[in-house]
């Protein structure tokens, strides 16, 4: 991928529109690449080898894929819990136990998800997860995050800082998400890692 270059500061409409329209180049052969190597760089964080559970999320479209990380942490012991999207746009979370465990869900005509098809944890059950694992379209070098808009996961992270719960934060983008600047919201938290194809980056101490 070619690096994202902007004039000046953007909004985040405007950072969303630039990002999504290099994702949106890239080929089934780039996704299929950049996938395996995405999981063999998060697998050497210390976070995930030592965890018992992650809550994680099933990639779609564009998006660095996450099914190939998924199955390692799986085959490693590891308890992954993925998310099920709620009308409020809240998540609701399941066990993810193989691909044939998902089931493709469209939400009205916004979006098509993969979702956990076994039993609901309540959305609580994030709480329960020592890493989450974030989408998101970029990060800066202070570690905030760009999500997509709809909230999901600034709910999420509200719900772990109510519960007193601190999980790593780990967004999983390609190179050249890694950007100089992310605007930012009072509620926006950095997280602690970003991994890409190429490597890890950190942004505070280990939790």
Excluded: C
Excluded at 92 to 98: A, I, N, V
Excluded at 141 to 154: N, Q, V
Excluded at 157 to 166: C, D, N, V
Aim: glycine share 10%; net charge neutral; hydrophobic share 40%.
């Amino acid at each position: 991928m070619r690096p994202i270059a902007r004039p000046g500061e953007p909004d985040k409409r405007s950072l969303r529109r630039e990002i999504l329209a290099v994702r949106n180049g890239l080929t089934a052969d780039d996704l299929r690449e950049t996938s395996a190597a995405l999981a063999a760089r998060a697998l050497e964080l210390p976070e995930l080898a030592r965890a018992g559970t992650v809550a994680a999320y099933v990639s779609v479209g564009s998006e660095p894929g996450t099914l190939a990380l998924l199955d390692a942490l799986r085959a490693g012991g590891v308890r992954v819990l993925l998310p099920a999207l709620l009308p409020d746009n809240d998540l609701d979370w399941g066990e993810y136990r193989g691909e044939g465990s998902l089931a493709r869900v469209r939400h009205g005509g916004r979006m098509t998800l993969w979702e956990p098809a076994g039993e609901r944890l309540g959305p609580d059950a994030v709480t329960t997860a020592d890493a989450v694992l974030l989408p998101g379209l970029a990060v800066d070098a202070r570690g905030m995050r760009l999500g997509r808009g709809g909230g999901s996961y600034d709910r999420v992270l509200a719900r772990l800082e109510r519960a007193g719960a601190h999980p790593a934060l780990v967004v999983l983008l390609y190179d050249a998400e890694v950007v100089a600047h992310v605007p930012e919201e009072p509620h926006d938290r950095p997280v602690h890692a970003v991994v890409t194809p190429s490597g890890v980056r950190r942004f505070r101490q280990e939790p």
